[in-house]
């Protein structure tokens, strides 16, 4: 009996089978005059094939997929509709299969400089990785586990939202980016920068913003950080801890509106409408741009009106 591996190839026979009963000779036909004798079969080389970028890419474009590859260069297959596996073993300088959106398997043992395979449909990566520099996960909203053995500089997995925990074993030594993904921390033994949006964050604000204060935001002095600290914080928690001041009111079909400005330094002041919803009862904080002055033209602005006398809602809801 033959087994069958996970990506679907015919693996050798147990050694301990006793090898199958050999079938009877068939009788000697001889062929007919015209017809010509078809060519030799060849074997197909043992081994790894090694293969020119070119060649390498139009060999697996023709489903003709080998189960060992090395590319003499970089293999560029970005956006291809019909590639739906890549070779159980990959050796190249950069491999890019970004938006590759019917492709499930990657290698098992893949050593490249570089790999971006970002919006593909892979669902798990496993066995031994090498990317010396970057590797580019991020949009494959599928993935839910990475390769044991995994070596990189750094790593890209946002926007992966299954992704909830990495392997043990990993290996990282510059950054690591998280946003949007569906990690809640990091390996014990995993020493790495972590990235939100490209920005440097802290555990705390990457997997722990219930955690934060509105003080942790008010001091920061870089721009940038401040304001992917109030992303994870939330506008709605940063009012109601700070409060802010009321530069107008009036009333809509929900009651009171305010809006309100909290100054920041170094940085413009966040102003935004607090409004009650008339249906809910709910109250909602809505960012709006630092140059508006009053309430109404706030809500126009949020309604996509440039002009408020153009904002005219016969029903607020």
């Given at each position: 009996?033959?087994?069958?591996?996970?990506?679907?190839?015919?693996?050798?026979?147990?050694?301990?089978?006793?090898?199958?009963?050999?079938?009877?000779?068939?009788?000697?036909?001889?062929?007919?005059?015209?017809?010509?004798?078809?060519?030799?079969?060849?074997?197909?080389?043992?081994?790894?094939?090694?293969?020119?970028?070119?060649?390498?890419?139009?060999?697996?474009?023709?489903?003709?997929?080998?189960?060992?590859?090395?590319?003499?260069?970089?293999?560029?297959?970005?956006?291809?509709?019909?590639?739906?596996?890549?070779?159980?073993?990959?050796?190249?300088?950069?491999?890019?299969?970004?938006?590759?959106?019917?492709?499930?398997?990657?290698?098992?043992?893949?050593?490249?400089?570089?790999?971006?395979?970002?919006?593909?449909?892979?669902?798990?990566?496993?066995?031994d990785w090498l990317v010396r520099e970057s590797l580019n996960l991020s949009g494959c909203r599928q993935l839910r586990r990475l390769p044991e053995r995994l070596t990189a500089r750094s790593l890209d997995v946002s926007n992966c939202p299954l992704l909830t925990q990495l392997p043990a074993t990993i290996h990282l030594t510059h950054w690591l980016e998280v946003a949007g993904s569906g990690l809640t921390g990091l390996p014990s033994g995993l020493r790495v920068n972590i990235h939100w949006q490209g920005t440097a964050v802290d555990e705390r604000t990457a997997f722990r913003p219930e955690d934060l204060k509105a003080v942790d935001i008010l001091n920061v002095r870089n721009v940038t950080r401040r304001r992917v600290l109030l992303e994870r914080f939330g506008l709605d928690r940063l009012v109601q801890e700070v409060g802010g001041l009321i530069i107008d009111r009036d009333r809509d079909?929900?009651?009171?509106?305010?809006?309100?400005?909290?100054?920041?330094?170094?940085?413009?002041?966040?102003?935004?409408?607090?409004v009650i919803c008339p249906s809910t009862a709910h109250t909602y904080v809505l960012r709006v741009p630092p140059h508006l002055r009053t309430c109404r033209r706030a809500a126009a602005w949020l309604a996509g009106f440039e002009n408020e006398h153009d904002y005219r809602p016969l029903i607020e809801t």
């Open positions: 009996m033959f087994s069958i591996n996970a990506r679907g190839r015919q693996l050798r026979r147990p050694a301990t089978e006793a090898p199958p009963a050999a079938e009877p000779a068939a009788a000697y036909r001889p062929r007919p005059a015209g017809v010509p004798t078809p060519p030799p079969q060849v074997a197909q080389p043992a081994g790894p094939v090694r293969a020119t970028p070119e060649v390498a890419r139009a060999l697996l474009l023709s489903g003709r997929m080998p189960d060992e590859l090395i590319v003499s260069g970089a293999l560029r297959l970005n956006g291809e509709q019909r590639l739906r596996e890549l070779p159980r073993l990959l050796e190249c300088t950069h491999l890019e299969v970004n938006d590759c959106s019917t492709l499930e398997l990657l290698p098992e043992r893949l050593r490249a400089t570089s790999v971006q395979a970002a919006r593909t449909a892979i669902r798990e990566l496993t066995g079909a929900g009651g009171e509106r305010q809006l309100l400005s909290i100054p920041l330094e170094g940085d413009e002041p966040i102003v935004a409408l607090r």
